[in-house]
């Protein structure tokens, strides 16, 4: 089946009588095929022809993680799973639709609910339907499944010949109210921790997103807390929020797969901002804020500070910040994700912010801070997907001697869908850097992106790197629980310019193969790689082949 459009039909229709005797029909959806459409675009146009009717009626239809409407998930040790998992309360997921009972339907009201709860981790599906449609009224039905998300975390980590591994207990849906708790301990080559959390994007069931967060560290201590009623739709009026975080850990400079020097950091940062939509049309969502940042990095030296440790730094400005949002989403299966239902912003995307402080706000000399970001996600036909990004985040000091910092990043992104299961997919980077401090600094490595090498392999103010992969999302559905990918992947990349050991680095690159396994009835991003690659150049010193196994965000 070539990858197309497809319109999700109900399983039956039945003719029932209404209201003052209208003729009205009665929809019922099958859940399955709804989520196990095949095709890579997906389209879903049952509203079409009733926008403006009175929503006369929303009923929710919560489904446990395990179906056992399906013979391969009835079995008690899966209904036993269902008894002991509270399902996500149906006030909280009301809270978060964008129309009530009593508003006149709006198709893209619709449509971006259903984005908004598909970004919820404790859900690993929703869709919201036509229950019953009465030439004046319409009655609608949310079907959502529920993720398992009250579990220990064991996580493991090889990557670039290091490795991370931790144990913790999370919850993510406390009680059925999308709230996460959870407790964690890691240990990787640099230290080990002890975390606290609390998140939540519904405090209380209202729109104010919350975290809370400690950590003990065997190098320092982490504290995080943030407030802030977000733009959580296109059309919401206005925003505002802030933050403050105290982080302290011991950074380590990596290059040739070793060691070569450490320090100290510890960084205070704190935010608050206003903002408020300036217009919003079919075509553009365009918002303004406005707010002030304060920024401080603090260098201390070790023992194994063998080159020295950077300046302290401090930032504190106002800004003027605009984001501009195509109005335009697509909806996609096995492009990031295995099997899962995925919403893509389409079009063009801006953000851009800049800021002043002077020496009367407490920084040593005057400081101009500018941000921006851009993207631009086209769909080529019915088998392309091109992904434009840019970023760019800097300093500028001013006299007695002006100074300039920062990194501007370049990147395309090329998906081919030779049909609902096979992919090729093509990354291209290209980073540029100005004045960094050591810990800045751009680099290469298993960790990002050149597989087949340690980490922080190459470093310097320049980078390139190239992925090529052909990708495979299998049927496999292993116990109806983990479902699985597979991968053949060239990189290549360098870095140069302010090599600290002053000579200039190779091009690398370096082949590989790897599995991907998604659990179904888990959060969605979370995908677990396991890569073996083989370094092509400048292989002395280095082992034949490195086996990296770590969780991902996407395939």
Known sequence: CLPGLVQATPVSTDTVAGEGGQACEHFQYEYRDLAEQRESRLVFDAFNEHEGKTIRRIQFDSRAIFDESDPAENNWLYRGFNRLHIN????????????QEGDSLRQKLVAESERILR?????????IVPDVVCPDYIDLRVITRDSWVTEPELTFKHEGGETES???????NFLGTGDAITLRYSQDIERSSVGYEYKTDHFMKTRLATRLYYAQKSDGEDKAFSLERPFYALETPWAAGGFMEDVSEVRTIREGGEDISEFRHRTRDSEVYFGLAARADDQFTRRWRVGFTREEDIFSATEGSLLGVPDDRKGNYGWLG?????????????????????????????RLRIGYGGSQLGNDRDLIRYQAAYSNVIGVGEHHILQLHGELDGRHYKSPDPIDSGVLGLEVNYNWFRDDQNRWYLKLRYDIGE??????????GGANGLRGYPVDYQRGDRRYLLNIERRYFSDLHLFNIVRMGA?????????????????SNAHLSNVGIGLRFSSSKTKVGNVLHINLATPLVERGGLDSALISVKAESAF
Do not use: C, H
């Not at 996500?88 to 809270?95: A, D, H, M």
């Not at 004045?435 to 290469?444: A, C, D, G, I």
């Open 88 to 99: 996500t309360r149906e006030p909280v997921i009301g809270s978060q639709l964008l129309l």
């Open 119 to 127: 970004s919820r981790n404790y859900l690993t599906s929703a869709y």
């Open 487 to 503: 991968v053949a992947f060239f990189d290549a990349g360098r870095t140069w310019g302010a090599q600290i050991d002053g000579e």
């Open 435 to 444: 004045n960094l401090e050591q810990f800045e600094q751009l680099t290469l």
């Open 166 to 172: 931790g144990i913790g207990l999370k919850d993510g």
């Open 322 to 350: 605009l984001e501009i949002i195509e109005n335009r989403f697509a909806t996609y299966k096995n492009l990031n994700q295995i099997q899962r239902t995925e919403d893509v912003a389409m079009g063009v995307n801006y």
